[in-house]
């Protein structure tokens, strides 16, 4: 049974960082497409950024130059540095995991964690 588990989350100010974490079990991480979605109050889920099991990443252009996803395959955790907050950036973040190559799209993603709370104040 895959679990991911995130942390990190929290309250910042406008234009600060935060760096969320995903600790996951029950896969085989190293071949693993990691990723991390976000969901605003009223909005659809959407994707931030995935890593794939070569190292390759892919983006949403929001955030692109702002936040960094990276893996730690020892360590079995994906993380997600996000600097330059905005207001905007405000979601819970949800971690994801997949056998498949990195894919935006939610149903190319077969398990969840429970999410964490990031709030950007202005």
């Known amino acids: 049974q895959v679990q991911l588990v995130e942390s990190g989350g929290g309250l910042v100010q406008a234009g600060g960082s935060l760096r969320l974490s995903c600790a996951a079990s029950?896969?085989?991480?190293?071949?693993?497409?990691m990723a991390w979605f976000r969901q605003a109050p009223g909005k659809e889920r959407e994707f931030v950024a995935a890593?794939?099991?070569?190292?390759?990443?892919r983006y949403v252009d929001s955030v692109k130059d702002r936040f960094t996803i990276s893996r730690d395959n020892a360590k079995n955790t994906v993380y997600l540095q996000m600097n330059s907050l905005k207001p905007e950036d405000t979601a819970v973040y949800y971690c994801?995991?997949?056998?498949?190559?990195?894919?935006?799209?939610?149903?190319?993603?077969?398990?969840w964690g429970q999410g964490t709370q990031v709030t950007v104040s202005s």
């Open positions: 029950g896969l085989t991480f190293r071949r693993s497409t």
């Open positions: 890593t794939g099991w070569n190292g390759g990443t």
């Open positions: 994801a995991s997949s056998a498949r190559a990195v894919a935006v799209a939610l149903d190319s993603y077969n398990s």
